[in-house]
């Protein structure tokens, strides 16, 4: 079954047209990857999704309702989580503050819930334990990053979309965020994947969109665009 | 009540006039200025506050403060006639009116004009405000009115230094004010929700968070502060006028300042500093002279550090 499903999705900056004609699926409990260069129009796919930018045109359908034009907080309350690109964790809330933040989304859970997903979230990433009345802003760039996955974590979304998850950090930290990842889906969530960094995000990925100015121009599973020719010259550096 | 002992009803309230027959010595005089400092500066911080906390949480300027406080001033003023003097049911309609009010403004100037120009709030709320003062002048009447007296004239002193109850009662109220605000902030949901949205408002919106209804509660919270400022203005100097709000919403203004409009704490600092300033610089000078302190602490703030002292963005408390 569907979970999110993005149709003709069109948007435009003033006269730049950063979408052109996208359409993405993401089943339940898959991990989706879409991938391309600088300025293909990835975040602007998910921020269109989030309705955080207007649409010139097109549909997003989330557990089959049409969330086109639903107010952002209210797309974020029916379960889809948005970890943006840049962190933009909030620099002068507690690491604290900033995962009970993530917490609104989702007005349903309970105070021991709640206790649980803070638990779930200092497991995946134990640094934040020892950093909880630190402010955001304080913390390295890597630990940000974690922080706002754990943050988009705390809703216990049903499906989640990360924006460049590793995007700046040192190797050693990408590959821990990409175990993390896949850690998530084990816990039972729908991942949808921005990425630049295509051969590590392909691998663990079910399936991939390759996204070119504005326009979706290959989708598959995640193995047969590792080894397909176009893929490989563009992205992956062969 | 002692009327029209003084020209200006800013120039100097009229409990104080007895020392600059200079009975007491200048250094007596100097110290109790600086205690009459605190307290105007008691009051300009709670009006600080407040506009620190809607432009914080709204992220837009507003110069509709002062008419919040007025309209504060003035519901009080009703509310005491009606109920003799009680003064904590004064504090609560005072707060409530200019809650209210902060609802209509954010209706009016802020809702549809988030994604707008910075100056597009600039321009409604200016012109929001003088709809405001014009309304308040043909309701209330143009003239000023003699504010009832809620606190008894008692004055506590320490050698030749005084200070009179309704001081302790004003610095206690702001200090109460300020510490319910700090709580809000730091110790509750919706405390985080008002800082989230104060600090980045796409990031709230990413988190579930409803922007639009905290930005309207934030705003009218910093508005219900102002509401209460007006009431212990009025106390203050037993009067009030509908035309009263321009030159404190611009001192509101210029608190803020200090700490890039939107810290609230160095707001506070800022309405301390203008108090204690206006108050020892009238010593030197004439009380004609108030206003003009208060303005160059602000020109000097801009002329110094022109984003504030602060380097956080986001209201803080
Ligand atoms: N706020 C904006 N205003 C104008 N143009 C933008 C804005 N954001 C992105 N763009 C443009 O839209 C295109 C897609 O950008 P983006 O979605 O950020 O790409 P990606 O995330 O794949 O790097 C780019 O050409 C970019 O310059
Ligand atoms: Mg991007």
Redesign the pocket.
Known sequence: MAMLKIENLK?N??Y????RDVSIEVDTGEIVTLI????????????AISNL?NKADGTVLFKDRDVSYMSPDKIVQMGLSHVP?GRKIFPALSVYENLIAGTMGNPSLSKQRIEELLDFSFELFPRLKERTKQHGGSLSGGEQQMLAIARGLMMDPSLIML??PSLGLAPILVEEIFEMIVEIRKAGKTILL?E?NAAMALAIADRGYV?E??DVVLHGTGKDLLVDPAVMKAYLGY | MKEGSYANMWDTPPSYSLYETGEAGRMDYFLNQLINGICQGAIYALMAIGYSVVVGVVGMVTFTHGEVIMIGAFAAYYMFFLSGNQIILGLIVSFAASWVLGYFVYKVCYERFFNAPRHVSLLTTIGFSMLIKNLSQIIFGPNQKPMLDVVEANFFRIGAVQISELQIVIIITVIIMATLLSLIFNKTKFGIRLKAVSQDKTASYMVGINVKRVAMLGNCLGCGLGGIAGLLLAVYYQTIQATMGGPLGMKAFASSVLGGLTDVRFSALGGLCIGIIENLGITVTTASFRDMFAFGFLILVLIIRPQGFVSKKGAKV
């Open positions: 948007v900056y003033g730049i047209s950063a979408l391309g260069g600088n300025g293909a129009g990835k975040t602007t796919t998910l921020m930018v690109e924006d460049e921005i630049q996204l100015t504005g």
